[in-house]
């Protein structure tokens, strides 16, 4: 059973660029959650999401920021005109809604020159 | 709001010696409990939950850690740290009942050192 997975690992943006962060999450999970890692610090709690719905987004920032989970397909974090403070590991997790767990993958790194 | 406290940013001990990770949450209820590893430059590997029952949980790579209620207290122990136990832990509590998010402690550093 392949684990969570996550592309790209390693993503460079200049400032005022887009950046794309997709997650696919484990087989049979239909729960995805998002979180950054700042330097340094632990991880904070961004965005939970089922198919098709945003069930808790109160750690999103409000402007630049947003995440999709569609029917088909990757869950997708989004952040327009990135800036020089949004270089971060952005790790997602999953589950199965049912069980406690959540399984993290392996993270974007995102640096912006 | 819950909240987790980790004492101490990094640990050091020597291979053979005994491991302590302090983890200390605030919650209007008990919540459930969990201990993630991350390796440099990866993603995070859970290590141990709990979430009722018995209050001492064993995990992978012999680690446990015993949750107190009475002193909202969630530490992990291992008896013998070896080189390769060296990496970031991360404590992190959850509501109980339906899936939500994790909030976790700032980490702690372990060092194993010869």
């Known amino acids: 059973n392949a684990g969570v997975m996550q592309n790209p690992r390693h993503l460079v943006r200049r400032r005022g660029q887009e950046a794309r962060l997709r997650c696919s999450p484990m087989k049979g999970h239909s729960h995805v959650y998002w979180y950054r890692q700042l330097p340094e610090e632990g991880l904070k709690f961004m965005v939970y999401l089922q198919k098709e719905n945003i069930i808790d987004e109160s750690g999103m920032p409000k402007e630049r920021f947003s995440a999709e989970f569609p029917k088909e397909g990757p869950s997708i974090l989004r952040i327009q005109q990135v800036v020089r403070g949004d270089s971060a590991a952005y790790f997602c997790?999953?589950?199965?809604?049912?069980?406690?767990?959540?399984?993290f993958g392996p993270g974007t790194r995102l640096t912006v020159l | 709001a819950q909240s987790v406290t980790q004492l101490g940013s990094h640990v050091s001990v020597s291979e053979g010696a005994l491991v302590l990770l302090r983890c200390n949450y605030s919650s209007s209820v008990p919540p459930y409990l969990f201990w993630y590893v991350q390796y440099p430059n990866q993603g995070l590997q859970l290590l141990l939950k709990y979430t009722t029952g018995a209050t001492l949980v064993k995990g992978i790579n012999g680690f446990e850690a015993e949750f107190k209620k009475s002193e909202t207290s969630f530490h992990l122990t291992k008896p013998s740290a070896h080189m390769s136990d060296a990496a970031e832990y991360f404590c992190?509590?959850?509501?109980?009942?339906?899936?939500?998010?994790?909030?976790f402690g700032t980490g702690t550093r372990l060092q194993v050192t010869l």
């Open positions: 997790a999953s589950s199965s809604g049912n069980e406690d767990t959540q399984y």
């Open positions: 992190a509590v959850r509501d109980t009942g339906t899936a939500s998010k994790l909030t």
